[in-house]
């Protein structure tokens, strides 16, 4: 690692502070999230394990919920491990590309939960606004389609953000970052050069993503609501609504938390920094520990084969 006027050119090794104001408690702030990681893998597991075992369920609703797990595992392991290495082990370096790696898969993933929230408006959509034609449309083709074109989008669109950090960053102030995993914005204001080329970039991608996507998806559930609330009988708009509501749960915990640690960590120069952290660990672990529990609770098909599970292991 050299050393240029104060400023370390291409640094090797980063250290991750974990929670900053918080380093003394971060043992205990590990427990929780520990469990919900736990809660996340085992959720997430059963449900690609029914979705797989049932074939009633091979229809791409549930294909894309299985889609959403894999997603889910994923993203929640990329930072979890690290995460409780800081808080109980004390192993806060990480090599300079190991960082940019967890910052890829961390920003892509996310994406990619969100393309696969508006598939699933999508396939709703259409399944209730021209449910004659919704086999037609949403076929096991368009369904592949659909899955791999929102992780190939992720990964195409942050992609740039990382090749700028690694081409264009060469001297940083600090190797200290003041997080508890290698996010975009905290990696780039370490840096000793211009950023403003990295923070415009930041922005155009989080805006194509998420705000093409909360657009679509927004849109699919106004003409959910329109055409559920026009069919004549109360059973059949009950059993219209039942088949979006834990959509509709999970796409607002997504985008409200998201939404909530950007606009703090952007505008909310008042706000103490270890809030900051924690709102951006909380928008990364909460969604894959919600999720199964929602989809649990709130779809029948997931929630029968459970409890059908659950009986099969009592003894006789």
């Given at each position: 690692m050299l050393i240029f006027n104060g400023s370390v050119f291409m640094?090797?090794?980063?250290?991750?502070?974990?929670?900053p104001g918080l380093e003394s408690v971060q043992c205990w702030i590990g427990i929780p999230f520990c469990v919900m990681y736990i809660i996340a893998l085992i959720g997430n597991s059963l449900i690609l394990v029914i979705i797989k075992s049932e074939k009633s369920l091979h229809i791409p609703m549930y294909i894309f919920l299985a889609i959403l797990a894999v997603t889910d595992i994923a993203l929640s392991t990329c930072i979890l491990p690290k995460m409780l290495g800081i808080f109980w082990f004390h192993m806060p370096q990480m090599s300079f590309d190991a960082c940019l790696l967890q910052m890829e898969l961390i920003h892509s993933f996310q994406a990619t939960e969100s393309g696969i929230l508006l598939a699933m408006a999508l396939d709703?959509?259409?399944?209730?606004?021209?449910?004659?034609?919704?086999?037609?449309?949403?076929s096991p083709q368009l369904t592949t389609y659909l899955g791999a074109g929102a992780l190939?989008?992720?990964?195409?669109?942050?992609?740039?953000?990382?090749?700028?950090i690694k081409c264009r960053l060469k001297y940083y102030r600090t190797t200290i970052v003041s997080h508890s995993y290698c996010e975009?914005?905290?990696?780039v204001k370490l840096a000793a050069e211009d950023i403003r080329i990295n923070k415009v970039c930041g922005l155009l991608v989080a805006f194509a993503i998420l705000g093409f996507d909360i657009v679509f998806i927004t849109f699919s559930y106004v003409r959910i609501f329109i055409t559920v609330f026009q069919l004549p009988q109360k059973e059949a708009r009950?059993?219209?609504?039942?088949?979006?509501?834990?959509?509709?749960?999970?796409?607002?915990?997504?985008?409200?938390l998201g939404f909530f640690s950007f606009f703090t960590h952007r505008f909310g120069a008042h706000i103490p920094s270890y809030v900051h952290i924690l709102l951006s660990d909380l928008?990364?672990?909460?969604?894959?520990?919600?999720?199964?529990?929602?989809y649990g609770v709130k779809t029948k098909q997931i929630?029968?084969?459970?409890?059908?599970?659950?009986?099969?292991?009592k003894p006789l």
């Open positions: 640094p090797s090794v980063l250290t991750l502070v974990g929670i709703r959509y259409v399944a209730i606004c021209n449910p004659l034609r919704h086999a037609t449309i949403f190939i989008r992720a990964f195409i669109l942050v992609s740039p953000s990382i090749l700028l975009h914005m905290a990696i009950l059993k219209a609504f039942n088949t979006c509501i834990a959509h509709i749960c999970v796409f607002l915990q997504f985008y409200l928008y990364l672990l909460v969604p894959p520990f919600l999720n199964p529990i929602v929630r029968d084969q459970v409890l059908k599970m659950l009986n099969s292991k």
